[in-house]
Structures are given as structure tokens and as C-alpha cells.
């Protein structure tokens, strides 16, 4: 897995943080979400994982390299 750089980070950083965001795939087996699920980008970490509080209440973090993706509303 190739981790973004710094400043790919911070231009994510500065698009997405407070963006609201609709899921479109995630695999991971420990969540709830599906895809459509909707929720508000609250920060993106140092390796780039977006983490989302979604509506359903979920705090899943999504990492674009292992397939997750969503849609920017």
C-alpha cells in the first residue's frame, strides 16, 4: 500500500474537512454502513485516512488505497 504525501494530505485536508460525503464501497466487515450512508468529513489523519462522523451515529475512518470509496455531495 503507497501512502499519500504531505501535501496530498493537506490539499485533502483543506477539500474535504467539513465536506459532506455519501459512501459508495467500503469491504470492512467491522461496520454497519452500506452504501448511500451519508455523513460530514471531521479530519483526515497524517496517512491520509478520512474519517467521517456519519449520520447512523458510525466513526468509521475510510483508506481510499484499501478500495474504500465515497462520493463528495
Known amino acids: ?3 499519500k504525501s504531505e501535501a496530498m494530505i493537506q490539499r485533502q ?9 455519501r459512501l ?4 470492512d466487515s467491522h ?3 452500506k452504501p448511500g450512508d ?3 468529513v471531521a479530519f483526515i489523519d497524517d496517512i491520509g485516512t478520512v474519517f ?7 466513526t468509521l475512518g475510510l483508506v481510499e488505497e484499501a478500495g474504500d470509496r465515497y462520493e463528495v455531495l
Request: net charge negative; glycine share 10%.
Open 38 to 40: 451519508e455523513g460530514r
Open 1 to 3: 500500500m503507497q501512502y
Open 13 to 21: 485536508r483543506d477539500r474535504l474537512v467539513g465536506a459532506r460525503v
Open 31 to 33: 461496520t454497519n454502513l
Open 52 to 58: 467521517v462522523d456519519w449520520d447512523n451515529g458510525s
Open 24 to 27: 459508495v464501497f467500503t469491504d
